[in-house]
């Protein structure tokens, strides 16, 4: 069974730190895209954070950049997101999902931010930023 499980998500203060888990079973994570998104209340689902399975390559955010770090731990079958310096507007719920290879989105020094391209999502993790 393809599975995506989501933790490390909590309450924290502004200017804090949170570092989130993607745990997959079922297949290699390390042959899929990866990407982290978020979903605050009325606000559609955004991209956060991305890795490409082919080369390394990245996509982050403007509202995040120089504060999330995404990365992966093959021996693990997981990928992380580190979160620092985290602000209110970070509050949202997390999600991760993965890319299949065999997607016709996959591209060499490319990975994708939109969500509708990416096929197995985790349930989700809430992130609350709040003094």
């Known amino acids: 069974q393809v599975q995506l499980v989501e933790s490390g998500g909590g309450l924290v203060q502004p200017g804090g730190s949170l570092r989130l888990s993607c745990a997959a079973s079922?297949?290699?994570?390390?042959?899929?895209?990866v990407g982290w998104f978020r979903q605050a209340p009325g606000k559609e689902r955004e991209g956060v954070s991305c890795?490409?399975?082919?080369?390394?390559?990245?996509y982050y955010a403007d509202s995040v950049k120089g504060r999330f770090t995404i990365s992966r731990d093959n021996a693990k079958n997981t990928v992380y997101l580190q979160m620092t310096s985290l602000k209110p507007g970070d509050t949202a719920v997390y999600y991760c999902?993965?890319?299949?290879?065999?997607?016709?989105?996959?591209?060499?020094?490319?990975?994708?931010?939109?969500?509708?391209?990416?096929?197995?999502w985790g349930q989700g993790t809430q992130v609350t930023v709040s003094s």
């Open positions: 999902a993965a890319q299949s290879p065999y997607s016709p989105f996959v591209k060499s020094g490319y990975v994708s931010s939109a969500a509708t391209e990416y096929d197995y």
């Open positions: 079922g297949f290699l994570l390390s042959i899929y895209a």
């Open positions: 890795i490409s399975s082919i080369d390394g390559s990245t």
